[in-house]
């Protein structure tokens, strides 16, 4: 199975800060990559597919970036509403593996 | 609107067997693969099973191959995740999620499962 390791693990960040997340995949995925956004209590959401293309109706201040085997999710300035868990996940084989996920959390 | 909703779910005794129900709407249902994810607590998402749009291809995790089985009816517009041989570690939130491409574009709600006696 494909490997998915996300860092960091846990974030502290401020309102207004840019936020990088990395995201490196065990062999080469392409660009079959989705970031996905989860709430305490919620069900994920879609952010990003194919690596970097915006799912409709996701804040333009979400964007991501990378192919083969390292990707990056960022915010280009943190909201009040993105304090969340952030998953990768590749779909490159049909075994879809997640990322272990990275806690935003407030600085 | 594109709606997901598992049911199913409760306590279940070690070794037993439980039916998790994905009724899905505001899609054509036939059109689409599907999934399921399932979420321990406070853990990360471990994706389980996919069926493919008629239901003759089907993949599991290591983990549930062989006790669990995914399945659906068009039909009916929904899916179905059969669980046997439940072990403590398959306590969990599932979420059903259609997939787009690979990508899993909508979520349901989730349906609880605790194995315990």
């Known amino acids: 199975d494909i490997q998915m390791t996300q860092s960091p693990s846990t974030l502290s960040a401020s309102v207004g800060d840019r936020v990088t997340i990395t995201c490196r995949a065990s062999?080469?995925?392409?660009?079959?990559l989705a970031w996905y956004q989860q709430k305490p209590g919620k069900a994920p959401e879609l952010l990003i597919y194919?690596?970097?293309s915006l799912k409709s109706g996701v804040p333009s201040r979400f964007s991501g970036s990378g192919s083969g085997t390292e990707f990056t999710l960022t915010i280009s300035s943190l909201q009040p509403d993105d304090f969340a868990t952030y998953y990768c996940?590749?779909?490159?084989?049909?075994?879809?593996?997640f990322g272990q996920g990275t806690k935003v959390e407030i600085k | 609107e594109v709606q997901l909703v598992e049911s199913g779910g409760g306590l279940v005794q070690p070794g037993g067997s439980l039916r998790l129900s994905c009724a899905a709407s505001g899609f054509i249902f036939s059109s689409y693969e599907m999934n399921w994810v399932r979420q321990a607590p406070g853990k990360g998402l471990e994706w389980l099973s996919y069926?493919?749009?008629?239901?003759?291809?089907?993949y599991y995790a290591d983990s549930v191959t062989g006790r669990f089985t995914i399945s659906r009816d068009n039909a009916k517009n929904s899916m179905y995740l059969q669980m046997s041989s439940l072990r403590a570690e398959d306590t969990a939130i599932y979420y059903c999620?259609?997939?787009?491409?690979?990508?899993?574009?909508?979520w349901g709600q989730g349906t609880q499962v605790t194995v315990s006696s």
């Open positions: 999620a259609r997939d787009q491409e690979g990508s899993y574009d909508y």
């Open positions: 194919r690596a970097s």
């Open positions: 062999q080469n995925i392409s660009t079959w």
């Open positions: 996940q590749q779909y490159n084989s049909y075994s879809r593996t």
């Open positions: 069926i493919s749009f008629s239901g003759r291809t089907r």
